[in-house]
């Protein structure tokens, strides 16, 4: 199975930041991949008094992906966007995924969400306006069994081996806008662990560069195999790198290494 991570730098011009979209989805079915991941935020990262308004699970949005996963006989997963939420005052951040017919085959909203105060670096507080989720969510992508999760989900590996362990899942996809400061430490080593700890593949889209106001994210899209080992990332611009996961490899590490069966907890 071929997989795609499209990286992108979103910023405040929605239909800029869809049709930036819409090409590199494009570049990823040009490359035969079957399954394509774009990053959290994908059609809006920029001041709050600016963004679109939230919409339902089959509004525009959905509809914009829906169509591109239609015309190029492709997975697609949309990243995240802020869907209509439980209040006036809160969105979900949401995934959704469509398969090549353009059908809505998933929606996860994200569970964990990223309050942070770092001393003049950083302060954000995801939970002012954004409602958790609280269903985990494992689709049939292609036939094979994919866990859905959101940029600050990966600090919590609960989450992942529920996927894996209860979910029977073999891919975890991880779209993302992981901010610079922690992301040029903690990025790739989270993505591996998650990927070794779970013997799973691991798909990870995210944002790159500044987004206003203030906001700078690390990039290095990647794709991990379940040895840990990474097998595709992308440099330090927009673009889309591809990889072929290998199930067979998958089924001989948790055979040779059954540390998923062998857990007594």
Same mark, same amino acid.
């Not at 730098?9 to 819409?22: I, K």
């Not at 958790?132 to 609960?158: H, K, M, Q």
């Given at each position: 199975?071929?997989?795609?991570?499209? *990286?992108?730098?979103?910023?405040?011009?929605?239909?800029?930041?869809?049709?930036?979209?819409?090409?590199?989805?494009?570049?990823?079915?040009?490359?035969?991949?079957?399954?394509?991941?774009?990053?959290?935020?994908?059609?809006?990262?920029?001041?709050?008094?600016?963004?679109? #308004? &939230?919409?339902?699970?089959?509004?525009?949005?959905?509809?914009?992906?829906?169509?591109?996963?239609?015309?190029?006989?492709?997975?697609?997963?949309?990243?995240?966007?802020?869907?209509?939420?439980?209040?006036? =005052?809160?969105?979900?951040?949401?995934?959704?995924?469509?398969?090549?017919?353009?059908?809505?085959?998933?929606?996860?909203? #994200?569970?964990?969400?990223?309050?942070?105060?770092?001393?003049?670096?950083?302060?954000? *507080?995801?939970?002012?306006?954004?409602?958790?989720?609280? /269903?985990?969510?494992?689709?049939?992508?292609?036939?094979? $069994?994919?866990?859905?999760?959101?940029?600050?989900?990966?600090?919590? &590996?609960?989450?992942?081996?529920?996927?894996?362990?209860?979910?029977?899942? $073999?891919?975890?996809?991880?779209?993302?806008?992981?901010?610079?400061?922690?992301?040029?430490?903690?990025?790739?080593?989270?993505? $591996?662990?998650?990927?070794?700890?779970? =013997?799973?593949?691991?798909?990870?889209?995210?944002?790159?560069?500044?987004?206003?106001?203030?906001?700078?994210?690390?990039? $290095?899209?990647?794709?991990?195999?379940?040895?840990?080992?990474?097998?595709? =990332?992308? &440099?330090?611009?927009?673009?889309?790198?591809?990889?072929?996961?290998?199930?067979?490899?998958?089924? #001989?590490?948790?055979? /040779?290494? &059954?540390?998923?069966?062998?857990?007594?907890?």
């Amino acid at each position: 199975m071929r997989v795609a991570v499209c *990286q992108v730098n979103s910023r405040a011009d929605r239909n800029h930041n869809l049709q930036v979209a819409r090409d590199q989805l494009e570049r990823a079915a040009a490359a035969g991949a079957e399954l394509a991941v774009l990053p959290e935020y994908v059609d809006y990262l920029g001041p709050g008094e600016t963004a679109p #308004k &939230p919409e339902p699970a089959d509004g525009e949005f959905a509809e914009f992906f829906a169509t591109a996963a239609r015309e190029l006989g492709l997975w697609v997963h949309a990243g995240s966007f802020h869907e209509s939420g439980p209040d006036p =005052q809160r969105t979900y951040n949401t995934s959704l995924v469509f398969d090549p017919s353009g059908g809505l085959v998933a929606r996860y909203r #994200k569970i964990h969400l990223y309050d942070v105060e770092i001393a003049g670096r950083v302060s954000y *507080q995801e939970s002012r306006s954004v409602a958790p989720g609280d /269903e985990t969510v494992v689709a049939e992508i292609a036939g094979v $069994r994919t866990g859905l999760s959101i940029c600050y989900d990966l600090r919590f &590996p609960e989450l992942y081996r529920r996927l894996a362990v209860d979910g029977a899942a $073999r891919i975890l996809v991880v779209p993302a806008a992981f901010m610079m400061h922690t992301g040029r430490d903690h990025w790739e080593v989270l993505l $591996r662990a998650r990927a070794i700890e779970n =013997q799973c593949y691991v798909v990870a889209a995210g944002q790159i560069g500044d987004h206003d106001p203030g906001r700078t994210c690390f990039g $290095r899209s990647m794709i991990i195999d379940p040895w840990g080992t990474v097998l595709a =990332q992308a &440099p330090d611009t927009v673009g889309t790198v591809t990889a072929d996961l290998d199930f067979e490899r998958l089924d #001989k590490i948790r055979t /040779e290494l &059954p540390s998923l069966a062998n857990r007594r907890l």
